[in-house]
């Protein structure tokens, strides 16, 4: 746990995005087109303060807002909402930042498991390879 305190930064405004990126900036949350999509329409969710729950809370929220006014408006047919807390899981930047991932028909050849691939082989679970 100190690890991840020490290396945090001190702002969201000392994390690498853009501001050409920000899509929009409220009052407690700013949101940014990721630098490295993974699809069209990957947004970062980014509270200006983290002092309390609430804040990353917001984030994901607000993504899920997001999300589902995509599916409504046909700029995509679902999505993921995560986020990477801690080097092992992956996160680069160390100021906590939710993801939201839109996702299409077509993008990836087998989409069941979802969030599951992000450890290689633990996605395809019908298999029952996972039993013992």
Known sequence: ????????????????????NIVHEGLNVVIYKDGY??????LLF???KVECRRDITRCFEIAYEWGV???????????N????NGV??????????????????????YP???VRHVIPLKGDYDDGSHRK
């Open 1 to 20: 746990m100190k690890e991840i305190e020490q290396s945090r930064l001190a702002s969201y405004k000392d994390a690498p995005w853009a501001d050409e």
């Open 37 to 42: 999509p993974v699809t069209e329409g990957h």
């Open 46 to 48: 980014v509270p200006k």
């Open 69 to 79: 006014q995509g599916v409504m408006d046909y700029k995509w047919t679902s999505f």
């Open 81 to 84: 909402i995560g986020i990477n």
């Open 88 to 109: 092992e899981a992956g996160q680069s930047v160390m100021w906590p930042h939710v993801h939201l991932i839109p996702r299409r028909k077509g993008d990836t050849p």
């Open 112 to 114: 069941k498991g979802g």
